[in-house]
């Protein structure tokens, strides 16, 4: 029963600093999707995969990279951390393959990531 | 541009009260709307989907409508509890796979 499951919980970087998040889900969903939560800000898209070997930029995907490994897999890396990445980074799936998110998406539990 | 918004941002109520929970979006041209809670430190669960053809859902204890015309979601949670304490997040799924959310509600329920 573990749905959307992102490695680490927490993690503190130094600015400059690189990290990849991981992010897998057990549902056969199509559809992944990354996500930052900042205060006041709400939640924001930076990436998603509509599928298997696709991989498209969100509304803020400067900083980031993705790579979606496999089905199951969606990775998001940060070349050169910024303070300006701190964050809690969701990762999320939906079982939409294409045209808009039709279904329901789960959520991951969330990265805390620290920029110092 | 899609943009939500959620009235009011922080609500609190006695135990065992009625509450109606308000979401507006200004473009009408969704697909669905999904209502998701979301505990302190923890990630989002999801609550209800509504599909656009669809006027309403109940879930338990929770009821949530949407009227797409008029561009507004509520989502009624009966007899509430203090489990039910979080914050509530609305969010519409539009034609390019992306999910736009509000700011939320966080909800204090009393004992």
């Known amino acids: 029963n573990a749905g959307v499951t992102q490695t680490p919980k927490f993690q503190v970087l130094k600015t400059g600093q690189s990290m990849t998040l991981q992010c897998a889900q057990d549902?056969?969903?199509?559809?992944m999707y990354w996500y930052r939560q900042d205060p006041g800000m709400g939640l924001r898209l930076i990436y998603y995969?509509?599928?298997?070997?696709?991989?498209d930029k969100g509304e803020v995907p400067n900083g980031y990279n993705v790579s979606r490994l496999n089905k199951r897999e969606f990775s998001l890396r940060l070349e050169s951390a910024a303070p300006s990445q701190t964050s809690v980074y969701f990762c999320?799936?939906?079982?939409?393959?294409?045209?808009?998110?039709?279904?329901?998406?789960?959520f991951g539990q969330g990265t805390r990531l620290t920029v110092v | 541009k899609q943009e939500v918004t959620q009235i009011p941002a922080a609500l609190s109520v006695p135990e065992g009260e009625n509450l109606v929970l308000n979401c507006s979006f200004t473009?009408?041209?969704?697909?669905?709307l999904q209502w998701f809670r979301q505990d302190p430190g923890k990630g989002l669960t999801s609550l209800l989907l509504?599909?656009?053809?669809?006027r309403e859902q109940t879930s338990g204890r929770l009821n949530a409508s949407l009227d797409k015309s008029s561009g507004r979601s509520t989502l009624y949670i009966a007899a509430s509890q203090p489990g039910d304490s979080a914050t509530y997040l609305c969010?519409?799924?539009?034609?390019?796979?992306?999910?736009?959310f509000g700011k939320g509600t966080l909800l204090t329920v009393n004992p």
């Open positions: 999320a799936s939906s079982r939409a393959r294409v045209g808009p998110l039709n279904t329901e998406a789960f």
């Open positions: 549902m056969n969903h199509n559809s």
């Open positions: 995969s509509a599928s298997e070997g696709t991989t």
């Open positions: 473009d009408s041209a969704i697909y669905n």
């Open positions: 509504i599909q656009s053809s669809q």
């Open positions: 969010a519409v799924a539009g034609s390019n796979y992306k999910l736009t």
